[in-house]
């Protein structure tokens, strides 16, 4: 399994694509149920305020495609 760290280099920085932000509760489930898959939740934590769950994401768009990469630590290939 390959860390963050390598993963934001090899996206973020040597293809330039960026960090879009996260995918609330709601959001997850209606992409979870489009792509007939469980992607998991994180706790977010949030200055202040009861932490919200989560899943963060790098995410770039190639022609009208948005590709996407959840950041995790369970391996998790969708669609293969």
Request: charged content about 30%.
């Amino acid at each position: 399994m390959r860390g963050f760290e390598e993963l934001y280099n090899e996206l973020i920085t040597k293809e330039e694509h960026k960090f879009l932000g996260f995918f609330r509760s709601d959001g997850l489930r209606f992409l979870e149920e489009l792509l007939s898959a469980d992607l998991g939740v994180s706790v977010r934590e949030t200055k202040g305020r009861q932490p919200r769950s989560a899943r963060p994401f790098i995410g770039w768009f190639e022609g009208e495609a948005l590709n996407l990469c959840f950041l995790t630590k369970k391996k998790k290939i969708i669609g293969a």
